[in-house]
């Protein structure tokens, strides 16, 4: 059993006009086997919660901790959250070209472990996780993200969930831009990794689309750079039909 531990974070980010505070004391708690959807207004700081949790360093943590089994998080480096057990599926995958998706993965999969998988071994997982999100084998030879649609790249990342298998995934928007037919692939990828029993899942989303495929234990409700609100399925169908206008009123109030 692990656990995700965000405590009263406070994060700011630069403006022409100074520090910006954007995360304004997020407290949230996600234990293995659990998933939790976020759901909230644009601009509300939920990329920035991610992302923060990632270790972007565009984001400064002005506050707070985020404890994973423990351990202070905020002090390690990008890849030591990594290895850690971290993984973040980015809203907007950025491409590298003249990096193979096959020489990609292999060394990501061989810093997070810390020795090179068997090549035999794993040019099969790979095919394997590919064919298992409806890519071809020979995406493998493809630069990462270069010309990928929308659809491509966000499998691409949840064929990277499969192969890394990290504790806890971070997912951003996966579902941002995906058609029918690619958003039942993905979700389905999230509910393999999920299916394990010890991974846990932070789901940020606008829509509750993606929450008709992947079922989530809990719900919350992201306004102004907190937490407004947190419940059960029923609040994402709630949030579907009456919008997040009270919440944001709420919060401008204050």
């Known amino acids: 059993m692990s656990t995700l531990e965000i405590k009263n974070l406070h994060v700011s980010v630069e403006t022409e006009d100074g520090a910006k505070e954007i995360l304004r004391g997020v407290d949230l708690t996600i234990k293995s086997g659990e998933v939790h959807a976020i759901m909230g207004p644009n601009g509300s700081g939920k990329s920035t919660l991610a992302y923060s949790i990632a270790g972007h360093p565009k984001y400064t943590v002005t506050d707070g901790e985020v404890l994973l089994d423990g351990e202070n998080i905020l002090e390690l480096t990008v890849d030591e959250r990594a290895r850690a057990g971290l993984f973040l599926a980015m809203q907007y995958p950025v491409e590298v070209p003249g990096v193979s998706v096959a020489n990609f993965l292999r060394t990501a999969k061989t810093a997070i472990d810390g020795e090179a998988p068997k090549l035999r071994t794993w040019v099969k997982d790979v095919n394997a996780a590919l064919e298992r999100v409806t890519l071809d084998p020979t995406f ?33 928007e996966t579902d941002s831009g995906l058609d029918i037919d690619a958003l039942r692939v993905v979700s389905e990828g999230v509910n393999r990794y999920t299916s394990q029993g010890d991974r846990g899942v932070l789901l940020i989303t606008h829509y509750t689309r993606i929450l008709q495929y992947i079922q989530p234990d809990y719900v919350h409700v992201f306004v102004a750079g907190k937490l407004a609100e947190s419940g059960g399925r029923e609040l994402a169908e709630q949030l579907e039909s009456e919008g997040y206008d009270k919440y944001v009123k709420a919060a401008a109030a204050l």
């Open 140 to 172: 493998a030879q493809r630069s990462v993200n270069e010309g990928f649609s929308g659809g491509e790249k966000k499998r691409h990342e949840i064929a990277q969930l499969e192969l890394l298998n990290p504790k806890f995934a971070v997912l951003d």
